[in-house]
């Protein structure tokens, strides 16, 4: 079955507790990308990937890092969680064409307390 | 700013009702797209429509788009107490490679 698969689903952490969340796809994607959703404000992300090795900031990227070493993975990477980052994370790919739709993971909601 | 701004914010219909939402954009487009979200789940794409497209249909959705008026709306047709969710627009501005901007979304209940 093609899809996106988050982990962890939930996780509640400390402040300054370094963490990561993995992200996989078994669609062949070339593009992914990281998204954050938040009450009255939508979703807004963090980073993108166009490609292995190939990752960008997108519109909210403080306190946040990626990597892309394999074209299936796309961890993030919170290095030093605040209270800010409580937020429902979500994953999306996409075949890479622009504008193509993106498939999404089930989300991860993050507790930092 | 957001990109795309959805219009209502909530919407409550009787199941077999009509609903209708509406979605804004500042820039140029390739294509606007909508998505479903289930409550704290992934967002699941419904319908694309390119910019040189005025209507699309699938199924009970409906999706228009006026360039002119950088907007456009979905209908859903015949609703059904399985279609209440949160509604999202997302617009593919020009140059911008893949990403996708979203608007806030509208969040529609369907009463049985």
């Known amino acids: 079955e093609a899809q996106v698969t988050q982990n962890p689903r939930y996780l509640i952490t400390v402040t300054g507790k370094k963490l990561t969340v993995t992200c996989s796809q078994n669609?062949?994607?070339?593009?992914m990308s990281w998204y954050r959703q938040d009450p009255g404000l939508g979703l807004r992300q963090i980073y993108y990937?166009?490609?292995?090795?190939?990752?960008d900031k997108g519109d909210v990227p403080e306190g946040y890092k990626v990597s892309r070493k394999e074209k299936r993975n796309f961890p993030l990477i919170l290095e030093s969680p605040s209270p800010n980052q409580t937020s429902l994370y979500f994953c999306?790919?996409?075949?890479?064409?622009?504008?193509?739709?993106?498939?999404f993971g089930n989300g991860t909601r993050l507790t930092v307390t | 700013s957001q990109q795309g701004e959805e219009d209502p914010q909530a919407l409550s219909i009787q199941e077999g009702e009509n609903a209708t939402m509406n979605c804004s954009y500042k820039?140029?487009?390739?294509?606007l797209q909508w998505y479903r979200q289930n409550s704290g789940r992934g967002l699941v794409h419904l319908i694309l429509?390119?910019?040189?497209?005025r209507e699309k249909h699938s199924g009970r959705l409906r999706v228009t788009l006026d360039t002119s008026k950088k907007s456009s709306s979905l209908l859903i047709t015949a609703s059904r107490a399985a279609d209440t969710a949160s509604y999202f627009c997302?617009?593919?501005?020009?140059?911008?490679?893949?990403?996708?901007?979203f608007g806030k979304g509208i969040t529609l209940s369907v009463r049985p």
């Open positions: 429509i390119r910019s040189n497209e």
């Open positions: 999306a790919s996409s075949p890479g064409q622009a504008g193509s739709p993106l498939h």
């Open positions: 820039t140029s487009i390739n294509n």
């Open positions: 997302a617009s593919s501005i020009t140059g911008a490679n893949s990403k996708l901007t």
């Open positions: 990937s166009m490609n292995v090795e190939v990752t």
């Open positions: 669609m062949n994607h070339e593009y």
